[in-house]
């Protein structure tokens, strides 16, 4: 890891749909090895080296302070609300790197999963550069992350020691997946994961003995549940309705996937489509009437209304702007955040 970690500051990025030809192609460069930056559920052991099949040959745990985690990749309404993803900081030196000019500008909201002010943490995995090929090729075939190249700082081996705000020593570089949200909602923040989601991220900081103050922060996150018969209700016919749908694009996803790990362009286009519909059926006529899916609706029904608010006030700006496409709370109290 070392001698790759210096490489690493000569290295260049690669074009997905480069990486995934070579693979096919030529299996004796896909011996050479990739510094892979992982930070939503990859940190999993169950997802990373189980689901995904990926044996990384070392690991190095770091924070990143271009970056910082979200959760604005839009999922299922009902279950699984939103995705992990990530955005580039606005630093007091301005933005590092470039940022979602579409994102709309909402009132600042405490939101539990933006309360993290640092660098985003995560792990740098050593990684053959056809595991890397395999990990986009299961990411979405190329057709909805570009590759970037961010610098990274190790961090201590101690998980008790605090996460540097302004990490210092010599950083290195490795390469991560970026996706701007397919689908941009009227509040980016305001949708919660599962817990199955957040579960996969929280076990795997624990695995990997990312710092406690880091895993405190991830605990700290509310998840999504259904608490009302309206949303078990809305949960059920909206799968009925959909769930035919997503088994078929799920279906076709193994099935169109050509040797070099791409998609084709139609069914990409399909895809995206299908998603928007899933969203605009959600806001439309789901949320209206069944209630919240992409936050926890308290007992007391305020934040349903404060849900409801903000996406009758979200109905001006684009609500439904496609991008490309990418597979992969609390009871009590009256605060929605």
Known sequence: METKRVESLNGRLFGTSELLRDAASSPQSTNETVLYLAYGSN????????????????????VVPQLSLTFDLPGLPYSEPCFGNTRYRQTDEGPQGF??????????????????????????????????????????????????????????????????????????????LFSPPRIVRPDPSWAQPSSRYLKLIMDGAAELSLPYEYQDFLKGIRSFHITTQRQRLGSFVFLLIWAPWLV??????????????????????????????????????????????????????????????????????????????????????????
């Not at 990373?48 to 990384?56: D, H, L, Q, T, Y």
């Not at 579409?102 to 002010?117: N, S, V």
């Not at 790990?261 to 959600?282: E, K, Q």
């Open 43 to 62: 940190l999993s052991m169950e997802t990373f080296r189980g689901r995904r099949s990926i044996r990384p040959l070392s690991q190095i745990n770091v």
């Open 99 to 176: 940022l979602d000019e579409k994102q709309p500008l909402m009132t600042p909201a405490d939101y539990h999963k933006d309360r993290w002010q640092k660098g985003l943490v995560g792990v740098v995995y050593e990684v053959t550069k056809a595991d890397f090929a395999h990990i986009i090729a299961t990411e979405g075939g190329g057709a909805s992350y570009r590759d970037v190249l961010v610098d990274c700082f190790a961090l201590s081996r101690n998980p008790s020691e605090e996460v540097p705000l302004h990490p210092t020593g010599q950083p290195f570089k490795a390469h991560t």
């Open 248 to 337: 078929l694009a799920l279906g076709g996803s193994k099935i169109f996937l050509d040797k070099q790990g791409h998609y084709p362009a139609w069914f990409v286009a399909l895809t995206r489509a299908f998603m928007s519909a899933v969203w605009a059926s959600y806001d439309d006529i789901f949320k209206p009437l069944f209630g919240d899916g992409e936050r926890t609706i308290e007992d007391n029904d305020e934040c349903n209304k404060e849900s409801l608010r903000r996406t009758s006030r979200g109905k001006d700006m684009a609500r439904y702007v496609t991008k490309p496409l990418s597979f992969e709370t609390t009871l009590g109290g009256a605060s929605c955040v």
